[in-house]
C-alpha cells in the first residue's frame, strides 16, 4: 500500500518569510495531491491539490510542486502571515484501490 | 450548523461500554469516510463509504463496526475498546471517488477510553 512521508514535523518562520513542506510517497499508482491545512481546535480543511499530469500548481500564495519521478511533492507558502499558523497535512490517493494516505503533518508557527 | 456535522463531540467511555458516533453530511455528496487523528500520526483512514456500500475497510479492528443507512448518514459502532483507541475521530464527505474531490471535514469526536 501507499506510504506518505512529510518532512518537517514543525516549521517555524518569520512573518513574510517563506515556507516549504515537503512529502514523499511510495506508490507509483497514486494521482492525485491535496493538501490540507488544520488550524488549532478545528477540522481539516482542503487548501491546494495536484494531479499526477501537473507539474505546479499556484493559488494565491501557495503553490504545490509535483515530480513524479521522484515521487516527492511539496507546498510552497510565500508570504507567510500569522494566520498561516496551523498544521498541515499532505496525502497521495491511488485510484486503483482507493486509498487516501495522509502524511504525519507539519505544524508550523509564523512568528509576527 | 452546515456541511458535516459530528455527534458527540467528546466522548468518555470505559472499555467495555458501547457507544456510537453520528455522522451527518448535507451537502449532497455520495461518500463519506472514518478517519482517526491520533497525536502526531498521520490520519488514518478507517471506513470508506460509496453509495451506501463500504468500498474500504484498511484492516481495523472489529471492535470498530460502521454503519451507512444512507448517504447522509454514517455511524460507527463502538465496543469493548482499548485505551489506545483514545483518539479524534473524523468523518469526511466527498463526491466519490476523492480524487479530484474535496474532503469536508466535520469537527469530530474526541474519544477517550478508560
Known amino acids: 500500500g501507499e506510504n506518505v512521508e512529510q518532512h518537517p514535523s514543525t516549521l517555524s518562520v518569520q512573518e513574510g518569510d517563506s515556507a516549504v513542506i515537503k512529502c514523499t510517497y511510495s506508490d507509483s499508482a497514486s494521482n492525485y495531491f491535496p493538501w490540507y491545512k488544520q488550524e488549532l481546535g478545528k477540522r481539516p480543511q482542503l487548501i491546494i491539490d495536484i494531479r499526477s499530469n501537473v507539474g505546479e500548481k499556484k493559488d494565491q500564495r501557495i503553490a504545490v510542486t509535483l515530480n513524479k519521478t521522484a515521487k516527492h511533492f511539496s507546498l510552497h507558502i510565500t508570504e507567510t502571515q500569522p494566520e498561516d499558523s496551523a498544521v498541515y497535512f499532505c496525502a497521495a490517493f491511488a485510484t486503483p484501490g482507493n486509498d487516501m494516505r495522509f502524511g504525519a503533518g507539519t505544524r508550523l508557527t509564523v512568528k509576527p | 450548523e452546515t456541511g458535516v456535522t459530528q455527534t458527540p463531540r467528546h466522548l468518555v467511555m470505559g472499555m467495555t461500554n458501547k457507544k456510537s458516533l453520528k455522522c451527518e453530511q448535507h451537502?449532497?455528496?455520495?461518500?463519506m469516510y472514518w478517519y482517526k487523528q491520533s497525536a502526531k500520526k498521520p490520519l488514518e483512514l478507517m471506513f470508506v463509504?460509496?453509495?451506501?456500500?463500504?468500498?474500504e475497510n484498511n484492516s481495523v479492528p472489529s471492535r470498530f463496526s460502521p454503519e451507512c443507512p444512507n448517504s447522509s448518514h454514517l455511524f460507527l459502532h463502538l465496543h469493548t475498546l482499548q485505551p489506545e483507541d483514545s483518539a479524534l475521530y473524523l468523518c469526511?464527505?466527498?463526491?466519490?471517488?476523492?480524487?479530484?474531490?474535496?474532503?469536508?471535514f466535520g469537527p469530530g469526536t474526541r474519544l477517550t477510553v478508560l
Open positions: 469526511a464527505s466527498s463526491q466519490y471517488p476523492p480524487e479530484n474531490n474535496e474532503q469536508f
Open positions: 463509504y460509496s453509495l451506501e456500500e463500504r468500498v
Open positions: 451537502l449532497g455528496h455520495n461518500a
